[in-house]
């Protein structure tokens, strides 16, 4: 089992995916690789540092969440060497090749990446919805060779078939009321290791989240307040999607982007799938339609 979480910034991954990455890495062990790529420079995000010191600092934290939560991180570069800039990203031919190889390369069996939003009240990051509409728009290409060889030059005589994965939508906490859950993940055996993980980016939650107040947080002193303010970050999110549970729990929407999947193959895939929060009838039906079965 390959998983592929593509996010725009340093420290998105922990508060999406991370929970549910670390299930698989519990239950498959040496059978599951988990592969974070990040699509910005990290440059723009504080108040009091110099963008080149946070790029930096940004960058060595990812590496110390790695580390601690045993997944692979990469640093998407454009085909002439360079990360997007944070806060400037944009769908781009190089942002879209880029993409297209980071796919590619790993052939993993599902991807994670943030939604596309299509309510116009919502909010919205700049960076998640370039990132989102960039995986869109390249998902049917990642089976196609030639698609971006001008960016990547390969023998166009010769070919070779490239799984396409299933493309799954994470939370976005910018679109306020405008997120959904087709599929709910109990994360919450992972929650002291999502603390852990997500401690290591202090810049951001210790400097520059509580400085720009859009999480009314408070600044976290230990590991223990990062983990209380953390609970009520999982607490609002169960509010805002109506689930009924006091745990940590992780949400994606299937979409069509890719391979589309059926309801068997997500519960035998998908590690700690909490049925009675999940609308998977729903889900099967759509499925089915989507693959031109009855339903």
Known sequence: MKALCIHAHFDDYEFVAAGTFELWRRRLGAGFAGRVLVCTDGQAGHHCRSRAETGRLRLAEQEASAA??????????????????????????????????????????????????????AGVHSDHVVVAE???RVAYMINVPHAFTPEYPADETRSAPCKVPVILNVYDGYMAGANAADVVVDVEEAFPLIARMSWCHQSQIAEWLPWVGRHDMEVP??????????????????????????????????????????????RRDLPGIAPDLSPLDALGRRLALWRGENS
């Open 134 to 136: 960039g995986v869109r």
């Open 68 to 121: 601690a939560g045993h997944y692979e991180f990469r640093l998407l570069r454009l085909p002439n060497g360079e990360v997007p800039r944070e806060a400037c990203q944009q769908v781009t031919p190089g942002f879209l090749a880029a993409l297209w190889k980071a796919i590619r390369d790993f052939e993993p069996d599902y991807v994670f990446c943030p939604p596309v939003p299509a309510d116009p009240l």
């Open 221 to 266: 002193r230990s590991i223990e307040d990062w983990q209380r303010t953390l609970r009520r970050r999982f607490d609002r999110k169960n509010r805002e999607l109506g689930l009924a549970t006091g745990h940590a729990v992780e949400v994606f929407r299937v979409t069509a982007w890719g391979a589309v999947p059926d309801l068997a193959q997500l």
